[in-house]
C-alpha cells in the first residue's frame, strides 16, 4: 500500500502520474526525449537498458522490470538475459562502448561526483561520442529521481514479471506520452 491515497490502482509511476497529472506531461516529456528520441545514435533498446540496469541498482522493482522489459524487446532477448547483463555487464555480450557507458551510469547511480575521467576517456576510447556519455549520465540521474519517487511513496508492482513483457511491445509502440500510459 502507498505511503498516500493515490485515489487509483495503477502500479508504479502510473499511479503516481495520475495523481498528480500536472507533473505527469513534464516527467513522460523527459522520458520520451530520453528513451524514445531517434536523434540519437544510442538505441533505443541501450538507453532503456541503462534505465534498466540503473533501477536494478537502485533495487527498484517496477522500474527495472519495465525497462528491462522494454531493452529485451528491443534488442531481442529475453528478460533472464537482461538479468544477466544487470547482474554481471562486463561478462556480458555487449560493446565496450556499451560497456563503458553503463560503468558511468553505476557511478551516477552512486552519486555524479563518482563518475572518473578515466571512465570518460574509456568510454570515448571504446567509441562513446561526447553525446552519448551526456545522454547516459541524463538517463542515470532520470531513473535515480523515477526510481526514488516510485519507492519514496511506496507504489505497488505486479510480481508477475511476465506482466512486464507483456506491455513490452505496447509501450515500445506508444511511447510515454501516449494515453495508452495511463
Not at 27 to 34: I, K, R
Not at 140 to 153: I, K, Q, S, T
Request: glycine share 8%; aromatic share 10%.
Amino acid at each position: 500500500m502507498a505511503h498516500i491515497e493515490l485515489n487509483n490502482d495503477l502500479p508504479g509511476i502510473r499511479g503516481l502520474m495520475a495523481y498528480r497529472p500536472e507533473t505527469e506531461k513534464a516527467l513522460n516529456a523527459l522520458a520520451e526525449v530520453l528513451l524514445r528520441n531517434d536523434d540519437n545514435t544510442l538505441t533505443r533498446g541501450e538507453r532503456e537498458l541503462i534505465g534498466a540496469y540503473v533501477s536494478y541498482l537502485n533495487d527498484c522493482f517496477f522500474c527495472q522490470n519495465v525497462h528491462g522489459a522494454l531493452a529485451g524487446y528491443y534488442l531481442n532477448c529475453n528478460i533472464d538475459e537482461i538479468d544477466a547483463i544487470k547482474k554481471d555487464f562486463y561478462s556480458a555480450d555487449l560493446s565496450p562502448k556499451m560497456k563503458g557507458l553503463l560503468a558511468i551510469a553505476a557511478s551516477v547511480q552512486k552519486g555524479g561526483k563518482n563518475v572518473t575521467t578515466g571512465q570518460i576517456e574509456a568510454a570515448r576510447n571504446a567509441g562513446a561520442t561526447d553525446k552519448e556519455i551526456h545522454d547516459a549520465v541524463l538517463i542515470a540521474a532520470a531513473f535515480c529521481m523515477f526510481n526514488r519517487y516510485v519507492d519514496g511513496l511506496a507504489t505497488w508492482a505486479p510480481e508477475d514479471r511476465q506482466f512486464y513483457v507483456n506491455r513490452a511491445p505496447q509501450r515500445a509502440q506508444e511511447g510515454y506520452q501516449s494515453s495508452v500510459y495511463k
